[in-house]
């Protein structure tokens, strides 16, 4: 099965892009799950300001593709949502549409501080009650499948694994442009691999 993840602004580009891949992935019965990830703001303009029909979910009607909505801030639902299509996809069914819902507690780039089209009080209380992470956490201290000690020992060794990291990427040299062809594809170490123009290639390398 295939994976494809779009945003929820570049279905404002419909029918253009992601029209013509539902009708082709529709036509052929690919096994393909079309997710757009719905944080409802493209750059700085709210999902319901910038397209007539925000329900993204149903961008797949005129390919007759079923859609459906999902809750993308709850771990558990994305994981038993995904293996259900995936399972559906896989029987033969064609594609699907998600439109899986979710924040972005940030702007969009350095360039955007996220305050000025929405207020800090929506973002806050987005953090409160809906964050991933801590409704993940909720779930499994609500099961007792961990205590409150092992969510602290995780969370501190998640810390250190960041930090970690984040040195290491601080103090790594720049890669060589060479190496923009490594690690792209499975089984296929040695092949040429296209560039950014047809005259430009490199070999593809573990």
């Known amino acids: ?101 979710t924040y972005r507690y940030y702007g969009h780039s350095m360039s955007d501080p996220g305050t000025s089209y929405r207020t800090r009080d929506e973002v806050q209380e987005v953090r409160k009650t809906k964050d991933p992470i801590l409704m993940l956490k909720a779930f499994l201290l609500e099961g007792e499948l961990a205590t409150e000690a092992e969510m602290k020992e995780i969370e501190t060794e998640v810390r250190q694994v960041i930090d970690e990291a984040t040195v290491f990427a601080k103090t790594s040299p720049e890669l060589e442009p060479h190496e923009m062809y490594n690690t792209i594809y499975q089984d296929m170490d040695g092949a040429r691999i296209r560039g950014a123009d047809a005259m430009t290639f490199g070999i593809h390398s573990p």
């Open 1 to 101: 099965v295939v994976l494809v993840e779009v945003s929820s602004g570049i279905n404002a580009e419909w029918p253009l892009r992601p029209g013509e891949a539902y009708n082709l992935a529709a036509l052929f019965k690919a096994p393909c799950m079309f997710t757009c990830e719905n944080n409802h703001y493209g750059m700085g303009t709210s999902d319901v300001r910038a397209a007539a029909n925000p329900h993204y979910y149903t961008r797949g009607d005129a390919a007759a593709i079923p859609g459906i909505k999902i809750d993308g801030m709850n771990v558990l639902a994305v994981r038993d949502f995904t293996k259900a299509v995936a399972d559906w996809m896989r029987a033969g069914n064609g594609p699907v549409v998600a439109e899986v819902e």
